[in-house]
């Protein structure tokens, strides 16, 4: 079975995408040698959960409120509504609107300030319409 291992988010600017990831969710990003790409550490070794990096866009940003056309990566939060205002606060903004998923927590879609389209998730084993 093949598993995901890796994501890339795509940044026009990327250190405006580098303080944005870092001052949301504490993720450590660093330049990998000299190329214009970053790596990012989203948690410890052993912990569930999968790094990925950061590279210069190529070709123009996403559109605003485009249809979702790749993976979207989803990220655990301790409270969806925080983060969300967070986010908002750093220049993303909320894609989709918060709506639970019964059993399993509160999702919502957030963009960061380049378009890009990630997930938000708080467990929540209560959660329900």
Known sequence: MSRVIH????ASEPQRLIDFY???FGWKVAQWGTMPYWTITTGAAGEPGIDGGLVQRRGPRPSE???VSSFVCTVQVD???DALARCAALGGMQAVPKMPIPGVGWLAYASDPDGNLFGLMQPDP???A
Do not use: G, N, R
């Open 79 to 81: 409270a969806l509504d």
């Open 65 to 67: 409120a485009p249809a």
């Open 126 to 128: 209560q959660a329900k």
């Open 7 to 10: 994501f890339e988010i795509h």
């Open 22 to 24: 870092t001052a949301l």
